[in-house]
């Protein structure tokens, strides 16, 4: 299971002198790192993704871990992020080597006042492949994993959400994320499979 490693990181002077210097950190496999500036009411950040593979990235609120941005950065790439006042940023690694992140911050934000909309619901809950194939996935914005055989992944997936299998390039609806998916679920992969082709017949 994923784990997830919480850095409370406190301002000082020396931190966020004049000069903009990149921090960076290296985010262990199959892991999420959490980041705090308590002493911050909201702060913007500059990201650069320097790993191999595609680094995710999320504001999250303190109070209930619930998401309200999750973006995702390829390599080589930079975006600059905003956390608002009340959430904390996440970095992501969904891949089985560390992944290294530089990033640079600047205290406040932009000063956006518009009325942010109601989060919506997430589910929690696991996909198993209790078959004697790989199943190759499709979760559009999210990931694209591969199934081993006998094997199980966690997800966090908002409702509205879609989940496709891939059959040899093309994509065929499985699963659509409702309220009706308990927290914690274990969901048979091989019986959504052929719910979807009976039902394309």
Do not use: C
């Not at 002077?13 to 911050?40: G, M, N």
């Not at 080589?76 to 089985?96: A, D, H």
């Not at 496709?164 to 309220?179: A, H, K, S």
């Amino acid at each position: 299971m994923k784990k997830t490693l919480i850095l409370f990181l406190i301002t000082t002077a020396i931190a966020f002198a004049q000069k903009e210097e990149r921090s960076s950190l290296l985010i262990p496999p199959k892991q999420t790192v959490h980041i705090d500036y308590p002493l911050y009411q909201g702060f913007n950040v500059k990201i650069w993704n320097t790993s191999k593979f595609e680094l995710g990235i999320a504001s999250r609120d303190k109070r209930t871990d619930s998401v309200q941005q999750r973006r995702s950065i390829d390599k080589g790439e930079s975006i600059t992020f905003e956390i608002n006042p009340g959430m904390y940023l996440e970095f992501e690694n969904r891949f089985l080597t560390p992944l290294k992140v530089e990033f640079t911050l600047r205290k406040g934000t932009t000063g956006n006042k518009k009325t942010v909309e109601p989060l919506t619901p997430q589910r929690a809950f696991y996909l198993e492949n209790n078959t004697a194939q790989t199943i190759p996935l499709v979760i559009p914005g999210i990931m694209n994993p591969k199934l081993t055989p006998f094997s199980r992944s966690g997800v966090n997936l908002v409702n509205g959400q879609k989940v496709y299998l891939d059959l040899n390039g093309e994509r065929i609806l499985i699963l659509t994320v409702t309220d009706s998916i308990p927290h914690g679920a274990r969901i048979d992969l091989a019986t959504l499979i052929n719910q979807a082709l009976n039902k394309e017949q």
